[in-house]
Each structure stands twice: as C-alpha cells, then as structure tokens.
C-alpha cells in the first residue's frame, strides 16, 4: 500500500482542480486553495466550473473528504509536504508569460513557511522560473534549507485532462535535490509502480498494472523546456499539416489522404496531423510565444516559430476566404455556426478560433447564429448577444433559413447530423467544414455544396434535363 501525501494545490482551475481531484483518487489527502471565494463555495457545493469529462465524478466522489477547498493559503500549506502551483501564466502584450499570479503565491507561501516544504511548479512556465521563485521566497525571509522547487509540468488536454493526468505517457519531475525527487517520487508512486491500476472503479486508459507510466528524473531547467518544446512542437505538427493542406487545395490534392500516408510513417505518428481553422486554447499560442520570446532573450534563433504563427494567423485568413467564395459576398449574410470552443469536449474559449472567425464574419456584415454544446455561456461574456449575433439551442435551429452552414469546432455530434434535416432547414444547401468532419462524397450526396480543408469541393450531381423536355 502507498503511504498517502498530504498536497495543497494553489489555482482550482484547469490544471488545478484536475490535479487536486486526481491527486485524492490516487490516494492522497489534499487542500486546493483559490484566492476567489464564490469559486471555493461552488467548489465545496459540487459544482466543478469547467466542463471536463470524468470530473463531476471525481469531484462528487473525493469532495469535503479527501479534496478540501479553502481561500486560506496559511491552512492549507501547514501539514502539506509538497505545494503544487498552478496558477494562470496569461501572455504579456510581448509574447512573454505573465508570471505575476507565480510570483505573488511565491511570495505568500514563504509568508507561511514553518518547516521543509517542495514547492512545485504545475503552471506551465519558462525555464528559469524556478530560480525566481527560489529567490522570491528568499527575499521574503526563508532559510534556503527550509524548501525546494520543483518542476512537474503537465500534459493535458482540456477534454480528456482526467484520463491524460491518471494514465500519462510519462511523468516527469525536474528536481535538483534527492529529496524533493523523493517526495515527488512518492506521490506519483501509485501511477508507477502500477498499484492504481489494480484497484476497483478505476478511470479506464492505456496504462496498466503490468505497463505503468515512466517517471523521468530531470534538472529543473530540463523540464521546464521539455514543456514548451513538447507544446511547440505539437503546435508545428499543426501549422505544417495546415499549409500542406493548402498546396492540395491549390493541386486537387486530398489531404486525409496525404496525412495519412505521413502518419503510417512511425517516425511521424498520426496524431496533430488533422488540418483545420488553426490552434488555439490556452495552452498552444502562449507557449508557442513564450518559448519564442525565450529563446530571443537567450539569442538563440528559433525564427521557425515565428512561422509556425504565421501559418495558424493565415489559416484563419483563408478560411474566411473559403466561406466568400462559397458566397460571393458576406455582407448582409446569415450564417450558421457550430462550435465556439477551441475544440470539442470542452467549454474553454482562450484564444479560440472559432471565435476569432465568428468576429471575422460580423466584422464582414454577417449576422451569425451559433451553437455549441458547452461554451456559450462563455462565449456570450465576450461575444454579447444582439441584433446579430444569436445563440441557438440547437444545430438545426442555428441553421433555420441561414445561408451557409460552418463547422468551426470538432465536436463528436457535429460529425453525425441529419444532413437530410439540415439541407433542409438552410435557405441555400452551403456547408463549409472547417475540421473536415465529413467525407466530400457524402456531404454532396445528401445535397450540399461542401467545401472542406486540404480537399477539393464536392457539389451535388445534376440531373441532366431530358432531350425530350
């Protein structure tokens, strides 16, 4: 049996909340802190915030028992042996990570500091930082002795965060002491040492018993840039596949089929080999900048990431493009929108480009209509409801009369509509698919005029009139 941690997790968004509720389900007792204290009260209440699979469970099962939440830092640091950080690291109006959230919990757990603690890094931060929350703390007082700083970053995807933190493709822990690597070595000793995965009721994924995830011991600076390396590296795999797909456009091309020859290859892997509307969320266009602006500071070159950018601004730009062709001309249209989150399964909106395209299009003289399953809530606090701009209830409500259908996020049950109902309740039969959700054939075959990313346009086949008619 693994001994229990006690863990405080400061930050009960995102990254915080799944790593405190996944933290209880491998056995440790743990207090998540947030300075908000409507957000504590929903919280303790059951109430998750964040549209995440898995999560209600995890927070019905393990809430005011083995997860408490507190607005008291003091409290909730006492008896803990290690304090994950994972707050926001929003990008500056430079590029760089706004690390101020870091800095001002830094500064307040050494306020509280009685005994030897590790300090960890969950927020995603560049290297160096745990330099500057180890001089942070010192300069409030606290003897170099009492403590150690860590980086663990995480591996999420909004979505799927639960399953990615349980069942991970590895762990790793940047530590500079054989100490703090112990206690991180054993707080994640139920996922490695394959004890988690014998138990009963356990969340389902690709680790087992007898394949446990590895956990890699680093530098701290090491995993630091093993974050924003893996992230800008995903985010190339994306803006590559997004301007191959415009060279098959531009040559008839098609580029699933492209995509997958590349990714049969398994020195490439298939995975963020998809084209769409261009990366977003919170994660892939802060990191990208931050790693960008980094490397500038260092003097290191790293101009491919200005292109990397380059291409997810220009995949907007041209799928604006691809919905005037289909129309002629924008002003004065009515479209319907499905998908306002960055992607599918979840409610996030950061730097979505779903609704980058939706201002686009109003910004054109569009009126829009949208719906999606989890982030209009959201979306209706930045993108307001009025003369035109409507929220739906519904995708073929969205379409009533409309002169075009987009299909601006890969929500699972945006790829099996009626398409018979859906021509239908449009005034022209006009899909532009922006995540490629449907094969040209049969988009055309129910009708549509359908245009998608990397493939040539599909029409409906016209029946030739009679010699006799």
Known sequence: MNKSVHIAVVGSGYVGLVAAVCFAEMGH???????????VAA????DTLIHEEHLPELLNRYRNTR????????????D???IFIAVGTPQSE?????LSYVEAVACEIARHLTSYKVIVEKSTVPVYTNEWIRRSIERNGVDRKMFDVVSNPEFLREGSAVSDFLHPDRIVVGADSERAAAILADIYAPLTDGSYYTGKDIFPGMCTADAPPPLLLTSTKSAEIIKH???AFLALKISFINAVSNLCEATDANVQQVAKGMGLDTRIGPKFLRPGIGYGGSCFPKDVAAFRSVAE?????FSLLTEVEKINVQQKKRFLSKVRAALWTLRGKKIAVLGLAFKGDTDDIRDSPAIEMVKMLLGEGCSIKAFDPAAMERTQAVVPAGPRMEYATDAYSAADDADALLILTDWAEFGHLDLNRMRSTLRYPILVDGRNMYEPAAAAAAGFNYYSIGRPAAHPVREELSSNA
């Open 29 to 39: 007792q743990v207090t998540c802190v947030d300075n908000d204290p409507r957000k």
């Open 94 to 98: 430079t590029g760089d990570a706004d």
């Open 80 to 82: 803990a042996a290690a």
């Open 297 to 301: 500071q260092m003097g290191v070159d």
């Open 229 to 231: 390396a893996s992230n």
């Open 67 to 78: 997860v408490k939440f507190t607005t008291d830092l003091g409290a909730a640091t006492a």
């Open 43 to 46: 919280l303790q209440g059951g």
